[in-house]
């Protein structure tokens, strides 16, 4: 049974950092891509940052670049957002999900099989 648990959300001040883990269990991380994604009260979820497991090809939404990080930790079969820089607009439910055989440059929600139930990210002072 393929699970996704998300963690490492919560409240943090502008300009602070959390890191959101991503832990997968029942399926092999080896062949899927793994995307971030977050959605703010009402707007559409939009993919934050995806990565392939298979090619390690990578996205990074524009308003994300330089400022977060996405990896993985094979021993743990976890995958990793460090978000550092954060700012008010980065605030939002943050999920993680996977794509059997997935490129890491395509990282649109639809596309998406698994996913987490969210974790909760806010930014302010």
């Known amino acids: 049974q393929v699970q996704l648990v998300e963690s490492g959300g919560g409240l943090v001040q502008p300009g602070g950092s959390l890191r959101l883990s991503c832990a997968a269990s029942?399926?092999?991380?080896?062949?899927?891509?793994i995307g971030w994604f977050r959605q703010a009260p009402g707007k559409e979820r939009e993919g934050v940052s995806c990565?392939?497991?298979?090619?390690?090809?990578?996205y990074y939404a524009d308003s994300v670049k330089g400022r977060f990080t996405i990896s993985r930790d094979n021993a743990k079969n976890t995958v990793y957002l460090q978000m550092n820089s954060l700012k008010p607009e980065d605030t939002g439910i943050y999920y993680c999900?996977?794509?059997?055989?997935?490129?890491?440059?395509?990282?649109?929600?639809?596309?998406?099989?698994?996913w987490g139930q969210g974790t909760q990210v806010t930014v302010s002072s």
């Open positions: 999900a996977a794509l059997p055989h997935g490129s890491g440059y395509v990282c649109y929600a639809g596309l998406y099989d698994y």
């Open positions: 029942g399926f092999n991380l080896d062949y899927y891509a």
């Open positions: 990565l392939s497991m298979i090619d390690g090809s990578t």
